[in-house]
């Protein structure tokens, strides 16, 4: 696999897992947005994958759902 294409399975498995994790915790997209200061629309276009986020938004999204973002990292690239 290239390199390109390993990230972008890393990256897309690291949204899933967030996702995964704000339901889990009942945390609805609107909640999400307000924690972390992004537009729920933007959100829900990462979370489908209509988006692919820069790192800082998948920082502040982690943050918001309150999860530490290495443990999620970890997880994501033990599952590719």
């Known amino acids: ?3 390109g294409s ?3 399975a890393i990256c897309a498995q690291v949204i899933k897992l967030l996702r995964e994790e704000r339901l889990r915790r009942g945390i609805s997209k609107y909640a ?4 972390c200061g992004l537009a ?3 959100i829900s276009y990462m979370e489908r ?3 692919q986020p820069s790192f800082e938004t998948v920082m502040r999204i982690a943050d918001g759902i309150g999860i530490n973002l290495e ?3 970890k997880r994501a690239r033990a599952s590719k």
């Open 1 to 3: 696999m290239a390199a």
């Open 6 to 8: 390993k990230q972008r």
């Open 32 to 35: 999400l947005s307000a924690q």
């Open 40 to 42: 729920q629309q933007t």
């Open 49 to 51: 994958g209509l988006r």
């Open 71 to 73: 443990e999620v990292l």
